[in-house]
């Protein structure tokens, strides 16, 4: 059965890579969901960027924990969220290698159908990141929670990006909800307002108020 939003889908089909339909991906992940956890468990979800300070979903309890094996990067393509086919944007994934601070929400088990769905409508319309359930700490004790991650190999991971090119996407990367700017600047002050120091970022950001080289 499809899912009843699927016009969202529908508005990122060209930007899906062969083989990554979304709604055969949500399919899998719930079943994983269940497998794991057992169909009365509640559902754990980590937020390493924007759903830090919009989650966009009712959840019961949350707590600041960190992941291991895994980073917070500015390092995917936005074509449509923030920027455009001409002048792509950035957003953040997880990248494998070193950890990540953010937040554990916990959703009770009778409205995890309905979060899986707004995720999904959310976080991969074009089924661009791999979900996965990683493990952190929480005051219950150690849980997994699905994380929304991204392989290097994806088209939509930029690879090293040259500081004059961070400076050009934030000065005009935009799309239908902001700047990539904007973003990044939400999402650093919401990780200092819970005491994350994201030093990488802060970086990336000093580069926004640097003049960019005349042609």
């Known amino acids: 059965m499809r899912h009843p939003?699927?016009?969202?889908?529908?508005?990122?089909?060209?930007?899906?890579?062969?083989?990554?339909?979304?709604?055969?991906?949500?399919?899998?992940?719930?079943?994983?969901?269940q497998r794991r956890a057992g169909?009365?468990?509640?559902?754990?979800?980590?937020?390493?960027?924007?759903l830090i300070w919009r989650p966009d979903f009712d959840y019961s309890e949350r707590h600041a924990t960190r992941v291991h094996g895994w980073h917070r990067a500015l390092a995917m393509w936005s074509r449509v969220n923030r920027g455009t086919p001409e002048q792509p944007g950035l957003?953040?994934?997880l990248l494998l290698g070193g950890?990540?601070?953010?937040?554990?929400?916990?959703?009770?088990?009778?409205?995890?159908?309905?979060?899986?769905d707004t995720l999904w409508a959310r976080e991969m319309p074009s089924g661009v990141y791999d979900?996965?359930?990683?493990?952190?700490?929480?005051?219950?004790?150690?849980?997994e929670a699905l994380?929304?991650?991204l392989s290097r190999r994806s088209p939509s991971f930029t690879g090293a990006l040259a500081p004059e090119q961070y400076r050009h996407i934030f000065r005009h990367a935009s799309g239908r909800y902001g700047s990539t700017l904007d973003y990044a600047r939400q999402t650093h002050d919401s990780l200092?307002?819970?005491?994350?120091?994201?030093r990488r970022l802060a970086a990336l950001l000093a580069l926004a108020d640097e003049q960019e080289p005349a042609a």
Request: with cysteine; net charge positive; glycine share 6%.
């Open 91 to 93: 957003v953040f994934a």
């Open 5 to 33: 939003d699927s016009k969202v889908y529908a508005a990122y089909e060209h930007l899906r890579p062969p083989g990554r339909d979304p709604l055969q991906m949500l399919a899998r992940a719930r079943a994983d969901w």
């Open 99 to 116: 950890s990540c601070q953010g937040m554990a929400y916990r959703v009770p088990s009778r409205d995890a159908e309905a979060v899986f």
């Open 131 to 143: 979900a996965r359930w990683l493990p952190c700490a929480t005051p219950h004790g150690p849980i």
């Open 147 to 149: 994380a929304f991650t």
């Open 192 to 198: 200092r307002a819970h005491g994350v120091s994201d």
């Open 39 to 50: 169909p009365r468990a509640d559902l754990w979800v980590f937020g390493y960027a924007s």
